[in-house]
């Protein structure tokens, strides 16, 4: 099992940038593909970002593309997403999510970080 902590979420103004951070630990960490997703209010969970265990396969929701990036860190076990030219409706609470290479789901995830866009 992976446990998953997110990190670095906050209040921060339209047009500027936050980083957040997911420290992940358990045995099959370290063989995990990692994501990051966002839920609003009202909406359901939406698809941010997600990286392989290599960190060579990337995809990114066309909503943000362009402005967030997501990276990691395999000797700290963490994944980052940096949240530039940020808008209002990037606001929601933002979600770290972990699942085998092999696999097609997410089966860990964690309790989610909030950010909120001022306009």
């Known amino acids: 099992q992976v446990q998953l902590v997110e990190s670095g979420g906050g209040l921060v103004q339209a047009g500027g940038s936050l980083r957040l951070s997911c420290a992940a630990s358990?045995?099959?960490?370290?063989?995990?593909?990692m994501g990051w997703f966002r839920r609003a209010p009202g909406k359901a969970r939406e698809f941010v970002a997600a990286?392989?265990?290599?960190?060579?396969?990337?995809s990114y929701a066309s909503s943000v593309k362009g402005r967030f990036t997501i990276s990691r860190d395999n000797a700290k076990n963490t994944v980052y997403l940096q949240l530039n030219s940020l808008k209002p409706e990037d606001t929601a609470v933002y979600y770290c999510?972990?699942?085998?290479?092999?696999?097609?789901?997410?089966?860990?995830w964690g309790q989610g970080t909030q950010v909120t866009v001022s306009s």
């Open positions: 999510a972990a699942k085998r290479s092999v696999d097609v789901t997410y089966d860990y």
């Open positions: 358990g045995r099959t960490a370290s063989s995990s593909d």
């Open positions: 990286i392989r265990r290599s960190g060579g396969t990337i």
